[in-house]
């Protein structure tokens, strides 16, 4: 059996779009667990600076996270979140040049 995988999601939310986006976060997890993709433990939601979405989570396992692109509930978030948001990497972010960079927990 796979490890789990920690895995550090970054959304750059679209002008105006922040509340939406937030409403999607909060199913996002809830779907990825109802369908055995995750594991038990619960996400961390924070905020950078730049008002960038940060979600902390752990993946069952890699193959969970393969799988995850082919299951249709999943795909309808993800599709429903790139139209507010955009996704990022860490090195977009002011605090990633930071030792120990601090982000503001969301919602």
Do not use: C
Not at 41 to 65: C, H, K, M, N, V
């Amino acid at each position: 059996m796979s490890n789990p995988v920690i895995v550090v999601a970054l959304y750059r939310p679209k002008q105006g779009k922040e509340k939406e986006l937030e409403a999607l976060l909060k199913r996002h997890f809830v779907t990825l667990k109802e369908f055995g993709l995750t594991t038990e433990t619960l996400p961390l939601l924070g905020t950078s600076e730049d008002g960038s979405y940060l979600e902390i989570f752990e993946w069952r396992s890699e193959q969970a996270a393969q799988k995850a692109h082919d299951h249709p509930a999943v795909a309808q978030i993800w599709e429903a979140m790139s139209l507010v948001s955009d996704w990022g990497t860490l090195s977009q972010l002011p605090e990633s040049s930071r030792r120990f960079p601090q982000f503001q927990r969301a919602f």
